[in-house]
């Protein structure tokens, strides 16, 4: 299998040009040609990034491709000098992501079961209201959320990052893909499970949730990607500066120091590597997430 | 039973707290005179909602998030179409092609900020290019001098925001619109074309109509993510919207109120008056689309 070349994916082509259509070539040149000058667009502000990050502040506002000189002052800046550094940035970012995923997929997981599944007085009514809070924009939420963590003391002091992983400890998409997930498993293999002798917990650990996975990687990269990169919520709850995200600190730095490009790139690579990383080894459930968040069949 | 409430628990608990008992509190909040740190001072009963009503800075908010939508909806939609039409056809790397104009959607907001910024500055790489292409007297002809600061100068930086954010997002609306054309059986355009019909027909004629249910969706999600813009802005011209307010937004004045004048009930009730906003905006359009969607 592996020696076979790559095949191109046969995904419901809809080649729809009659025949003897002659505008066809055409088109399929300007389609190409479209797609690569809009790639282009996508690629070339990345590696410009990437290339000025390299460079030396004189040089980074020059057109020069190639870095002259190439250096590492800017990323040794970032990762000494800058206040935070890169590395703190990026483990309070790490920290509020993980513990964010773990929840939703712990939560979601556990809720969108009993959702599916499980009978109790007023199940219908609790899932109306779950599904409700997605209308209920952030900003509308934003005073009395400050409000309420700061009563509880989160505002200040070491734990700021605990509000808004409390702010993002479960959303209702993550209960809502789990639920549909499970609605779609045939109820035979817990009844067989049942048979087995297996006891409620065992059958929802060992049966029910091997089965979802590809709903629980969906929900994970969602929500990772989520709150990795979430802006709104730690703008508004953290303001101890070691407790920074990377999205904060850039922000941070971007007013400190207008014009210390390379550093600004080092910090804003850093930033979008692990989101790339993830990207290229799961692209399918990144598609998948935001694909049944919208338009399902 | 109770396994049924031992399950759902902690997700209703935080869900009846953070999200519905939030809007009751932001509603109390609001009729308040309220600041961080003092609590409620006074009742003024609609005094907030009058004041902002009022004033021209909230206007200007107004004036610019609803540009912002009318123009970005539009063409991020149109742009969104057109990828996923072109992807959706026998091509080859269509898989390569689909990541990469889904990455910037996916990618920090904060990061691509920061890296449009530098770009669109004076010495920036925007205006580089267009020196080396020769595209400088035409620029002129629009009275941009060869090193125009974009997002410095109040007549072209809420447009470059838009352009930003345009490009950041028309991959999402890609892969909506990728997702409803999969809905659309082949037959279909199997009967197209044995009626003889030419590619732009069936294009106009046939997947137009068809993707209806795509384009209520991808319309609804993208007038609410474009009527709460912030992150962008709120880095770009920092909590003023600079420069002169040209990229203040409803969420960045919202903001404002909130953390840089404290005046916590009166951003309370910007908070409720875009949630009118938003609410209204999703009703007008389920009636422009006739009704609910299947889905």
Redesign the interface.
Known sequence: MTATPAP??P?????????G?R??VW??RI??G??IA??L???V??A??VI?SFKTQVDA???TFIPDPVTLQGWQNALTTLNPNIVRLFINSAIIAGTVTVTNVV??S??G???AR????G?EA?FI??L??M??????????????M?QFGLTVGPLQYVAVI??L??A?IS?FLLRQYFLSIPRDLEEAAKIDGAG?FTTFWRVMLPLATPAIAAVAILQF?GS??G??WP??LISDRSQYT???G??FF??QFQTQ?PE??A???S??IP??VL?LFF?RY??EG??AS???? | ?????A??A???F??????????F??LF?SFWNWT?GGGGVETVALANYERILGDRIFHRAIYNTLTYTAVVVPLQMALGLL?AV???????????????????A???????T??????M?P???FN??RE?LGLNPLFEFLEFGPRHSWLGNQRTAWGSIMALNI?TTSG?MM??Y???????S?EV?EA??LD????WQ??WRVTFPLLK??HY?VAT?SV?GAL?V??QA??AG?SNGDPNYSTMSI?LY??NA??QQFR?GY??AV??I??LI??SATLIQRRLFGGAPS?
Not at chain 1, 118 to 121: A, G, S, V, Y
Not at chain 1, 294 to 297: F, P, S, T, Y
Not at chain 2, 106 to 112: H, P, Q
């Open positions: 191109i994916r995904t419901t082509p809809i080649d729809v040009a009659p025949v259509d505008g066809k088109r399929r389609a190409y479209f797609l809009y790639a667009l996508m690629f502000p990345f410009w990034m000025t506002v020059q057109m939560l979601g556990m809720a079961y009993a959702f499980l009978r109790f007085p199940r609790l209201l779950v409700g809070t209308m209920i924009p952030d900003q509308l939420r934003m005073v009395p959320v400050y409000q309420l700061r409390l702010v400890a479960i209702a209960v409620f990607q990795w990169n802006f709104f703008l508004i990377l999205p904060l850039l922000s971007r007013q490009y600004l790139m910090v804003s690579i930033a979008t989101i790339l990207y692209q990144f598609v935001i694909a919208g338009v399902k069949g | 039973m109770l396994a049924g409430y399950l759902i902690i997700p209703i935080l869900f009846l707290v953070l999200q519905i008992g939030a809007i509190y932001a909040i961080i990828l072109i992807v959706n056809a026998k091509i080859r790397g269509q898989t390569f092609f689909r990541g990469a104009f889904y990455f910037p996916i990618a920090s907001s904060a990061a691509i920061v890296l449009f910024i530098f770009i500055s010495n920036g790489f580089g290019v080396i490009w999402t892969l909506f990728l997702a409803s054309l999969q809905t659309i082949r355009y197209a074309a003889g019909a030419s590619a069936t294009f249910p795509g969706f999600v609410i709460q912030f992150d709120y880095i920092g969420v919202l903001y909130a953390f916590l951003a309370a908070g409720i875009l949630f938003i609410f889905w």
